[in-house]
């Protein structure tokens, strides 16, 4: 027997806030991983965001410490990919001058 999780409900100002990261440069994967919800689903936020019919969930609301603590994971994926980065070109510059 598997229980099913209850639908998430999400207000209108998370899906916003979710799809300008994605219109901000960032990947619907990264930002899904980093808000926590499915690629289809942010895909499909992002797709009624463009067409205008984004609609919210009013019973949950998000606080502003959720949308900064969304913010602030959005910004630590971003900072670990561009030191990943740089990483790889240090390597790789330190091989190169051997």
């Known amino acids: 027997m598997t229980k099913t999780k209850p639908r998430a409900r999400y207000t209108l100002e998370f899906k916003e806030e979710a799809a300008r990261l994605v219109e901000g440069g960032q990947s ?6 980093t808000l926590g919800v ?4 942010l895909f499909n936020w992002v797709k009624a965001q463009r067409a205008g019919k984004l609609r919210g969930a009013d019973s949950k609301q ?7 603590i969304s913010r602030l994971r959005t ?3 971003r900072v ?7 990483g790889k070109a240090t390597a790789y510059f330190a091989k190169a001058a051997t």
Request: cysteine-free; overall charge negative; proline content about 0%.
């Open 80 to 86: 670990r990919m561009e030191r990943d980065t740089l």
């Open 75 to 77: 910004d630590l994926v």
């Open 28 to 33: 619907i994967a990264a930002a899904a991983r």
């Open 38 to 41: 499915v690629d289809q689903t």
């Open 62 to 68: 998000v606080s502003a410490e959720q949308m900064e």
